[in-house]
């Protein structure tokens, strides 16, 4: 069982970056679409990006186009997302899940990590 703890979040100034990692423990890591998704006070959770286990495929919702990158290093069971051009409306919690499929729905990853607070301030 794949077991995921991400890192990186914090407090940064709109317009700055940030990078979160996420390492997964197990031997499988590879056979795993990992998503990232956040959650902010009131709301639903929601996708972020999605990359598939060779990481040939992502997705990415539209409002992080062009801003937000996922990457992933199998060899060392981390996926990456690196964030630039921050809004104030991207403050949340952010997560990494993994799923056996790649998709964007929240409902299909079964595993979660704890989850890391990203805020953006003005």
């Known amino acids: 069982q794949v077991q995921l703890v991400e890192s990186g979040g914090g407090l940064v100034q709109a317009g700055g970056s940030l990078r979160l990692s996420c390492v997964a423990s197990g031997r499988t890591f590879s056979r795993y679409a990992m998503g990232w998704f956040r959650q902010a006070p009131g709301k639903e959770r929601e996708v972020v990006t999605v990359?598939?286990?060779?990481?040939?495929?992502?997705y990415y919702t539209d409002s992080v186009k062009g801003r937000f990158t996922t990457s992933r290093d199998n060899a060392g069971n981390t996926v990456y997302l690196q964030m630039n051009e921050l809004k104030l409306e991207d403050t949340a919690i952010y997560y990494c899940?993994?799923?056996?499929?790649?998709?964007?729905?929240?409902?299909?990853?079964?595993?979660w990590g704890q989850g890391t607070q990203v805020t953006v301030s003005s």
């Open positions: 899940a993994a799923s056996r499929v790649v998709h964007t729905s929240p409902s299909t990853y079964d595993i």
């Open positions: 990359i598939s286990g060779g990481g040939g495929y992502s």
